[in-house]
């Protein structure tokens, strides 16, 4: 029997050239008196006369993976950031807070280490949208516009998760398939995350029980509480109004957060949210959209514009 080699390490190491080619470096940060750590991809040279722009990563590998479609692209544009969250990648903690507001807190004492001065532009992409949307709370002073991209942050416990959720039953059964420990699983979240997903054929079992070992394991229980915490006692009524220009990004197909979250989103946000919806695009907006993504943040960050006749589906 043929054994299957590492792809997942060997991937993972292409990647981190990709994000050094595209002219980031690697960075640690310690907080906390030690108890956290958090790793974050910074500019090699900063350009004062370029945006800042942080790319918050959702549930999955690690910042490297979810980003590196659209990394290239961006860099030239911006200083661009790429935090990895609590739990992924060389980002832990031993402190026992799972909330994203603890998440933003340790982004951004990171990024202030770093010595990112100024103000900053955000991207929170699913889980890292929860995280963006409470920096972007926390931190009204430095947090200049935002974009959210599927990320059901208008989550209400009592209504949703118990009907509806892509099809889980409830938050655990949630957790189990985005934290996907078998083949199986890990086909099914492939399936519901994408509008049209990969053969399923493409992807041996033996290629995907590697890419578990590498990226799933470590941390799973603690991912898992992060993932509960989000929505625990989640009220919609509770959820505060960010007062920074928002733009919100959604695939129309999505089948983990569901379009009307988003819906929720641009209503709740009212003048100063725009809502851009995707069509033929499911909740992996960033592996199957990444042109139209940053043609998007290109028009909202620079040019600080979107037409209003945008023909992907815009709703206004």
Excluded at 73 to 94: A, E, I
Aim: glycine share 6%; net charge negative; charged share 25%.
């Amino acid at each position: 029997m043929v054994k299957c080699i590492n792809f997942t390490a060997s991937r993972d190491w292409c990647l981190s050239r990709s994000f050094g080619s595209a002219g980031l470096k690697s960075t640690t940060t310690t907080l906390h008196d030690g108890d956290t750590s958090i790793h974050c991809w910074i500019p090699k040279t900063y350009k004062p006369n370029k945006p800042n722009l942080i790319l918050v990563h959702g549930i999955g590998a690690n910042a490297k993976w979810q980003w590196d479609p659209i990394i290239s692209r961006v860099t030239p544009l911006y200083n661009v950031y790429v935090p990895d969250l609590l739990f992924y990648g060389d980002s832990y903690t031993t402190r026992m807070d799972r909330t994203e507001q603890f998440q933003a807190e340790c982004v951004m004492r990171a990024l202030e280490h770093v010595g990112l001065t100024g103000k900053f532009n955000l991207v929170g992409l699913s889980y890292g949208g929860f995280v963006g949307y409470s920096m972007a709370v926390q931190f009204p002073e430095v947090v200049e516009r935002v974009v959210i991209i599927g990320s059901g942050v208008t989550l209400d416990s009592d209504i949703d998760v118990e009907e509806g959720l892509f099809s889980a039953n409830n938050i655990k059964d949630a957790a189990n398939i985005l934290l996907a420990q078998t083949p199986e699983k890990t086909r099914e979240l492939l399936k519901i995350s994408f509008y049209k997903p990969l053969n399923p054929k493409l992807a041996p079992s033996c290629l995907i029980k590697d890419f578990i070992e590498e990226m799933n394991i470590d941390y799973f229980e603690e991912k898992k509480e992060c993932i509960e915490a989000v929505q625990k006692d989640r009220k919609f009524s509770d959820l505060p109004k960010i007062t920074q220009p928002t733009l919100i990004i959604w695939g129309e197909n999505d089948a983990i957060f569901p379009l009307e979250l988003g819906n929720r989103l641009k209503s709740h946000l009212g003048d100063s949210a725009e809502l851009v919806v995707l069509k033929k695009t499911g909740h992996a907006i960033n592996m199957e959209q990444p042109k139209e993504l940053c043609r998007l943040f290109k028009m909202f960050f620079i040019d600080q514009s979107l037409p209003k006749d945008e023909n992907v589906g815009s709703n206004h």
